[in-house]
C-alpha cells in the first residue's frame, strides 16, 4: 500500500512557475507508476502527466507538452512536477496518484488505486 503526500502549490502569476512535490510511502514505490491529475471547478479530474517505474518513460498531456516536466526519484520516495509559463487555465488542485498494475503510467483514472489529498495551484492572470 502507498500514502502520497502532496506539497507545493500556491498562487502565482501568469507566466510564473511551480514545482509541485509528492512524497510516497511504501517499501515498494519504485514499482509504482505514478501520474499527476488536475480538477478544476466544476470539471472533471484529468490526466496531466505520467512516469513509469524507472522514470524512464513520461507521458503529458497535449495541454502541458513543452512546459510540465514530470520527474522521479525512486531513493527518496518522491515524484515532481515542474509547471513553467502557467496560465489561467492551469488553475486546479492537482493530485498525484500510483499504480502498480502497470509498468508505464496510463491516463486513465480509474487504473490508480491510490491518491493523495491534492494541493491548490491558482495562476493568476
Known amino acids: 500500500q502507498v500514502q502520497l503526500v502532496e506539497s507545493g502549490g500556491g498562487l502565482v502569476q501568469a507566466g510564473g512557475s511551480l514545482r509541485l512535490s509528492c512524497a510516497a510511502s511504501?517499501?515498494?514505490?519504485?514499482?509504482?507508476?505514478m501520474g499527476w491529475f488536475r480538477q478544476a471547478p466544476g470539471k472533471v479530474r484529468d490526466f496531466v502527466a505520467g512516469?513509469?517505474?524507472?522514470?524512464?518513460?513520461?507521458t503529458y498531456a497535449d495541454s502541458v507538452k513543452g512546459r510540465f516536466t514530470i520527474s522521479r526519484d525512486n531513493a527518496k520516495n518522491m515524484i515532481y512536477l515542474q509547471m513553467n509559463s502557467l496560465n489561467s487555465e492551469d488553475t486546479a488542485v492537482y493530485y498525484c496518484?500510483?499504480?502498480?498494475?502497470?509498468?508505464?503510467?496510463?491516463?486513465?483514472?480509474?487504473?490508480?488505486?491510490?491518491w493523495g489529498q491534492g494541493t491548490q495551484v491558482t495562476v493568476s492572470s
Open positions: 512516469i513509469s517505474w524507472s522514470g524512464g518513460v513520461t
Open positions: 511504501g517499501r515498494t514505490f519504485g514499482r509504482y507508476a
Open positions: 496518484a500510483a499504480t502498480n498494475r502497470y509498468q508505464h503510467a496510463v491516463l486513465d483514472k480509474i487504473y490508480y488505486d491510490y
